[in-house]
């Protein structure tokens, strides 16, 4: 059985969330994007992989709150992202949600910077990975829920 798992290639799991940042008073402020310290650069949606043992929206939780320090509530699924070109490094499959968080959040881990963006102003030309194509798929949704 072990030789069988030592030949086992599977793409790697990964788990994305847009956050939509709210203030104490229920305002919505924009949604976050980290400026990535490490290649591919850009802007993009929080996220990171999932550790074996671990459930994908754990490892959500716990990448939003090692890449911009805040608790987040899941809200829902958005989607399965797995087009293997999506990442230029490695076949990886990104299980994206939504999530809605308070508080000031900080750049930390991976994330160079980040910004707080209103959903007009989102800067689709400078986004890695297919983050601009999960976050159109994000707009539609939210405009169907309106």
Same mark, same amino acid.
């Given at each position: 059985?072990?030789?069988?798992?030592?030949?086992?290639?599977?793409?790697?799991?990964?788990?994305?969330?847009?956050?939509?940042?709210?203030?104490?008073?229920?305002?919505?402020?924009?949604?976050?994007?980290?400026?990535?310290?490490?290649?591919?650069?850009?802007?993009?949606?929080?996220g990171g992989f999932v550790d074996?043992?671990?459930? @994908?929206?754990?490892?959500?939780? =716990?990448?939003?709150?090692?890449?911009?320090?805040?608790?987040?509530? $899941?809200? /829902?699924?958005? &989607? @399965?992202?797995?087009?293997?070109? =999506?990442?230029?490094?490695?076949?990886?499959?990104?299980?994206?949600? $939504?999530? /809605?968080?308070? &508080?000031t959040p900080k750049a930390d881990?991976?994330?160079?910077?980040?910004?707080?963006?209103?959903?007009?102003? $989102?800067?689709?030309?400078?986004?890695?990975?297919?983050?601009?194509?999960?976050?159109?798929?994000?707009?539609?949704?939210?405009?169907?829920?309106?």
């Amino acid at each position: 059985m072990n030789n069988y798992k030592n030949k086992i290639k599977t793409p790697l799991l990964a788990t994305d969330g847009i956050i939509k940042l709210y203030d104490e008073n229920e305002l919505f402020r924009g949604i976050i994007l980290i400026e990535r310290k490490n290649p591919p650069y850009g802007f993009a949606i929080p996220g990171g992989f999932v550790d074996v043992g671990e459930k @994908v929206e754990d490892a959500l939780k =716990r990448e939003m709150k090692e890449e911009v320090t805040l608790d987040v509530k $899941i809200e /829902k699924l958005l &989607g @399965v992202y797995s087009d293997p070109t =999506r990442d230029e490094r490695f076949h990886t499959v990104s299980c994206t949600y $939504i999530c /809605k968080a308070y &508080g000031t959040p900080k750049a930390d881990d991976d994330a160079k910077n980040l910004q707080i963006y209103k959903l007009d102003e $989102i800067p689709f030309e400078s986004l890695a990975f297919d983050h601009a194509k999960i976050l159109k798929d994000f707009l539609l949704e939210e405009a169907n829920i309106k």
